[in-house]
């Protein structure tokens, strides 16, 4: 077990912190990525702040939201948004990405869904519940991020 870790690409360290800081706040796309399963998903920026950025994702309902942001410019149309498995949150309104089942797994007190949107594929954790439990191939549900546990890159 390490307090610190060292993320290297190429022979290039591209971030040194606590495990749980790669995690929640990588510097990157490829730290992300690294550190675990991540979906990236291409938003619309509206206004970066000092250090989170205004988004929106095309075609999914709902307002602009803010997110903590790594090296935007300020200049940016567009960027990508890392959502990790468990920080995807079930929307009760249909509002949100809609997703497809195409496979789950049990995992104790949650359930693994691997699903198709007009995003692309996704994988969401969630917590078992009378909806969740049931989920099986082919069904229907929608998720939002949860924003404040995400991270926006620059496109590489």
């Known amino acids: 077990m390490a ?9 290039a360290i591209r971030q040194i912190g606590t495990p749980s800081d790669l995690y929640d706040r990588p510097n990157s796309r490829f730290v992300a990525d690294f550190m675990s399963e991540v979906t990236f998903i291409e938003v619309g920026v509206e206004k970066i ?55 789950t797994a049990y995992a104790g007190d949650t359930i693994m869904v691997l699903a198709t949107s007009a995003l692309g594929e996704v994988k969401v954790k969630l917590p078992i ?26 496109h590489d």
């Not at 610190?4 to 190429?10: G, I, L, S």
């Not at 997110?67 to 498995?85: M, Y």
């Open 3 to 11: 307090d610190r870790v060292a993320v290297m690409e190429a022979g």
């Open 129 to 154: 519940s009378s909806t969740t439990e049931n989920l099986g191939h082919g069904d229907h549900f929608f998720v939002v991020p949860d924003y404040a546990k995400c991270s926006i890159f620059p």
């Open 49 to 103: 702040e000092t250090d989170k950025a205004r988004i929106h994702i095309p075609g999914v309902t709902g307002d602009d939201v803010a997110v903590f942001q790594v090296g935007l410019s300020g200049q940016e149309k567009t960027a990508v948004l890392a959502v990790r498995p468990e920080c995807f949150l079930m929307s009760d309104n249909n509002t949100g990405i809609r997703l497809s089942v195409l496979e």
